[in-house]
């Protein structure tokens, strides 16, 4: 079984920033292809970013790339996104998610079997 964690949500004005962090536990955890997702209210929860177990590989959604990099510290089983020139329209729930089952990273929901309870972040205008 993994546990994910998520943590450093919070209020930030538009253009600003936050890291988001998630602490997975579990033995293999490190092994994982980890993802962030989001969801807004009254949306459908979306493919955010993804990083290969090795951090070698990335993918990320187009509302994503330039803005956000996601990382992994694998000594510390801890995957990251950083969030840069955050816009309103970022408002959302962030999780994190784990892909146990699969080598190649993926955006789509069903690909992940272990989800985190997510971190709220509000990006005011």
């Known amino acids: 079984q993994v546990q994910l964690v998520e943590s450093g949500g919070g209020l930030v004005q538009a253009g600003g920033s936050l890291r988001l962090s998630c602490a997975a536990s579990?033995?293999?955890?490190?092994?994982?292809?980890m993802g962030w997702f989001r969801q807004a209210p009254g949306k459908e929860r979306e493919f955010v970013a993804a990083?290969?177990?090795?951090?070698?590989?990335?993918y990320y959604a187009d509302s994503a790339k330039g803005r956000f990099t996601i990382s992994r510290d694998k000594a510390k089983n801890t995957v990251y996104l950083q969030m840069n020139s955050l816009k309103p329209e970022d408002t959302a729930v962030y999780y994190c998610?784990?892909?146990?089952?699969?080598?190649?990273?993926?955006?789509?929901?069903?690909?992940?079997?272990?989800w985190g309870q997510g971190t709220q972040v509000t990006v005011s205008s």
């Open positions: 579990g033995r293999t955890s490190s092994t994982y292809v």
């Open positions: 990083i290969s177990w090795s951090g070698g590989i990335t």
């Open positions: 998610a784990a892909d146990a089952r699969r080598v190649g990273v993926s955006r789509a929901t069903w690909s992940y079997d272990y």
